[in-house]
């Protein structure tokens, strides 16, 4: 009996030895690098909509910030880059927005961008790849850009089409 229970003690240390080793290691040793090559082009916006971006402040603000971000070539300068960024977004959304651009179709991709600011904020603090997150802010940033020159280019007057006269 004493042989059987010594085995068993032996085989259950071994056993639990096993497990602890297996354990995955936490620090790979690896660091992050933000390609900012990748990149994609900031979307151009029509001379009437820059007409009436150049008196709105906030926006402004977002675009200027948005030019670091193509200056950050390490993950530092992004983390830097994303957090100005992301107080820029929240002034611009707590600021007055101009009478044509003061509807839903752009608030929505600002609601967009702002998650994917995020996004990159907690791939950053949580020690992932920043790059595809990054590229998928600016694609929203993109969208936000093309809906200002979508709102200017497709005015359609409203009374003429909920008018039943």
């Known amino acids: 009996m004493r042989k059987l229970l010594s085995i068993l003690i032996v085989f259950s240390v071994l056993w639990s030895c096993k497990k602890t080793e297996s354990a995955p290691s936490e620090t790979t040793g690896e660091e992050l690098v933000f ?4 990149l994609p082009q900031k979307a151009s916006i ?27 070539t390490n993950t530092e300068d992004l983390a830097l880059a994303i957090e100005d960024l992301i107080e820029k977004e ?10 044509l651009f003061d509807n839903f179709q752009l608030k929505s991709r600002q609601r967009v961008l ?6 990159v904020k907690a ?6 790849p920043p790059t595809e997150p990054t590229v998928q802010m600016m694609d929203a940033y993109n969208a936000m850009r093309n809906q200002l020159n979508v709102i200017v280019n497709s005015q359609l ?6 008018d039943e006269e």
């Open 35 to 38: 390609q900012y090559q990748k």
């Open 46 to 72: 029509n001379p009437e909509a820059t007409t009436i971006v150049e008196t709105w402040e906030e926006f402004k603000a977002l675009n200027t910030s948005m030019d670091v971000l193509y200056k950050a």
């Open 90 to 99: 929240k002034k611009l959304e707590a600021g007055q927005y101009p009478e």
């Open 114 to 119: 702002r998650t994917y600011l995020y996004k």
């Open 123 to 128: 791939a950053i603090l949580e020690n992932q």
């Open 157 to 162: 007057d409203k009374k003429l089409i909920l």
